[in-house]
T-cell receptor, first 115, second 116 residues
Framework: DTEVTQTPKHLVMGMTNKKSLKCEQHMGHRAMYWYKQKAKKPPELMFVYSYEKLSINESVPSRFSPECPNSSLLNLHLHALQPEDSALYLC??????????????FGEGSRLTVL | GENVEQHPSTLSVQEGDSAVIKCTYSDSASNYFPWYKQELGKGPQLIIDIRSNVGEKKDQRIAVTLNKTAKHFSLHITETQPEDSAVYFCAAPNLGNTGTASKLTFGTGTRLQVTL
């Protein structure tokens, strides 16, 4: 079983709605990530938090707003999304930054549909 | 930044046969190469990784080889089983302008189908 928990598993929202995706890990990892994955594509990095500070923003539109309330939690606030934002949103964590400290631990994802 | 190419995009093998997936990378300074397996409806999961100070690593039916000179690395699965059916992604660190690894660049993925 994954040790990164994401909620909700499925979300359907209209373009004017405001919703949030949540992610939680209790492995003591200091880096947390949001990825977006479209069908039959690899995960695309959106944001990286390191020690609860935003360290990477991959030029993501402002309609996506990340938040890291503490070292175990990561949120992604969604507002005024477009249908093309429909995708699987994956949260991940790692002991240090990916590529340096090894394994990324992924959650099972939140499947988002924007109508 | 790092560019990772992965081949083939789909691979169908019979149960018991071997499967090989290949990746190439562009940054000669890259030093860590993980492989992730993504089953339907789940997030990717690390199955094996290799660092640049070794040329091969094995874990039961799975092995990874690394050729630093040619800048390519491969995943080998022997005695394939139906539960090996999944999408496999290779990855390499994106070192950025400072030369410090800040994130991973994933390959485009290989859909492996193991048939009975």
């Amino acid at each position: 079983d994954t040790e990164v928990t994401q909620t909700p598993k499925h979300l359907v929202m209209g373009m004017t709605n405001k919703k949030s995706l949540k992610c939680e890990q209790h492995m003591g990892h200091r880096a947390m990530y949001w990825y977006k994955q479209k069908a039959k594509k690899p995960p695309e990095l959106m944001f990286v938090y390191s020690y609860e500070k935003l360290s990477i923003n991959e030029s993501v539109p402002s309609r996506f707003s990340p938040e890291c309330p503490n070292s175990s939690l990561l949120n992604l606030h969604l507002h005024a999304l477009q249908p093309e934002d429909s995708a699987l949103y994956l949260c991940a964590s790692s002991p240090g930054l990916a590529g340096v400290s090894g394994e990324l631990f992924f959650g099972e994802g939140s499947r988002l549909t924007v109508l | 930044g790092e560019n990772v190419e992965q081949h083939p995009s789909t691979l169908s093998v019979q149960e018991g046969d071997s499967a090989v997936i290949k990746c190439t990378y562009s940054d000669s300074a890259s030093n860590y190469f993980p492989w992730y397996k993504q089953e339907l409806g789940k997030g990717p999961q690390l199955i094996i990784d290799i660092r640049s100070n070794v040329g091969e690593k094995k874990d039961q039916r799975i092995a990874v080889t690394l050729n630093k000179t040619a800048k390519h690395f491969s995943l080998h699965i022997t005695e394939t089983q139906p539960e090996d059916s999944a999408v496999y992604f290779c990855a390499a660190p994106n070192l950025g302008n400072t030369g410090t690894a800040s994130k991973l660049t994933f390959g485009t993925g290989t859909r492996l189908q193991v048939t009975l």
